[in-house]
Nanobody, 126 residues
Framework: QVQLVESGGGSVQAGGSLRLSCAAS????????MCWFRQAPGKEREGVAS???????VYADSVKGRFTISQDNGKNTLFLQMNSLKPEDTAIYYC????????????????????WGQGTQVTVSS
């Protein structure tokens, strides 16, 4: 059974940085796509950044140049380095995983993923 556990959330001031982690267990696929999503109160869940087993990344325009997605395959861990944080980045951040390499155009869509973590809260104050 696939299990995804996020950590690293917290409260920071605008301009600060946080690094989120997602520990994956029970995931044995050689080809996969993983993604960070976020959901702010009253808003839909949106894709932030994705990466596949080959290291191909896709970013939402709102985070390009500020966020970096990476992975440590040996430790089955996904990361999201978030720099220059803004109040509008405040949300619950979720880790998601899916079998195979999704089409690039679909990699920030919730429907592309079958497994989800419980989320970690990120709060950015002005």
């Amino acid at each position: 059974q696939v299990q995804l556990v996020e950590s690293g959330g917290g409260s920071v001031q605008a301009g600060g940085s946080l690094r989120l982690s997602c520990a994956a267990s029970g995931y044995t696929y050689n080809k996969y796509t993983m993604c960070w999503f976020r959901q702010a109160p009253g808003k839909e869940r949106e894709g932030v950044a994705s990466i596949d087993d080959a290291g191909t990344t896709v970013y939402a325009d709102s985070v390009k140049g500020r966020f970096t997605i990476s992975q440590d395959n040996g430790k089955n861990t996904l990361f999201l380095q978030m720099n220059s944080l803004k109040p509008e980045d405040t949300a619950i951040y979720y880790c998601a995983a899916g079998f195979g390499r999704r089409l690039l155009a679909a990699r920030l869509m919730t429907g592309a993923y079958s497994d989800w973590g419980q989320g970690t809260q990120v709060t950015v104050s002005s």
